[in-house]
C-alpha cells in the first residue's frame, strides 16, 4: 500500500544505471499482471541503448525524460496471444502500473508514456523498433534512480464512491 500511495510520476534522474537485477524484478511484476483468460498477451523492449533513447522523443512528444534516463521499457500488446479480442490494452495496462508500483518500491522513480491508441506515436514507435504486425505498442516507462521528489498526492475521492446503485 505504502508504494502505491506515495507511487508518482517522477521525470528528473540521475546517471547511474539501473541493474540487471532490478529490470528483471520490474519485468517479474510486470508479468505478475492479471489477464483476460490469462491470456498473458504482452512483449516488454527494454532500452538502456543511450542512442535508442535519445531518438524515441522524435516520434513521442511528451517523452523528452528519455534524454535523462538510463532506461525504458515499452509494453507492447501481441495480438497473436489475444483469446479476448480487444483486452490486450487492460491487460498491458494492468503491466505496466506494476512496473511503476515496483519501481517506487525499489526506490526508484518512473513515468508512464501513452503510446497506443494514438495512431502517429504507434506508428513511429512500431516503425524505430520495426515492431513485427501483431505487436502493438502500448506505454513506455521512463525509468530512473530519482533527481526529483514529490510529496505523496492524496486522490481519494468520497464522491466517487457509489454503493450498490449511482
Known amino acids: 500500500m505504502k508504494a502505491i500511495l506515495e507511487r508518482r510520476s517522477i521525470r528528473k534522474y540521475t546517471d547511474e544505471p539501473i541493474s540487471d537485477q532490478d529490470i528483471k524484478e520490474l519485468l517479474q511484476a510486470a508479468m505478475a499482471a492479471p489477464s483476460a483468460g490469462n491470456q498473458q498477451p504482452w512483449e516488454f523492449i527494454v532500452v538502456n541503448d543511450r542512442e535508442i533513447l535519445n531518438k524515441i522523443p522524435e516520434v513521442h512528444p511528451y517523452s523528452q525524460m528519455l534524454m535523462m534516463a538510463p532506461l525504458a521499457i515499452i509494453v507492447c500488446g501481441n495480438l497473436d496471444k489475444e483469446k479476448h479480442e480487444g483486452y490486450w490494452v487492460q491487460d498491458c495496462s ?30 513511429g514507435l512500431k516503425e524505430l523498433f520495426n515492431l513485427p504486425e501483431d505487436i502493438i505498442p502500448l506505454s513506455i516507462v521512463s525509468i530512473g534512480h530519482p533527481a526529483e521528489s514529490k510529496e505523496p498526492s492524496n486522490r481519494y475521492n468520497q464522491s466517487a464512491i457509489h454503493i450498490n446503485k449511482w
Open 94 to 123: 494492468a503491466a505496466t502500473e506494476n512496473i511503476l508500483i515496483e519501481a517506487q518500491y525499489k526506490g526508484l522513480g518512473a513515468v508512464w508514456l501513452g503510446i497506443y491508441p494514438r495512431k502517429e506515436r504507434v506508428k
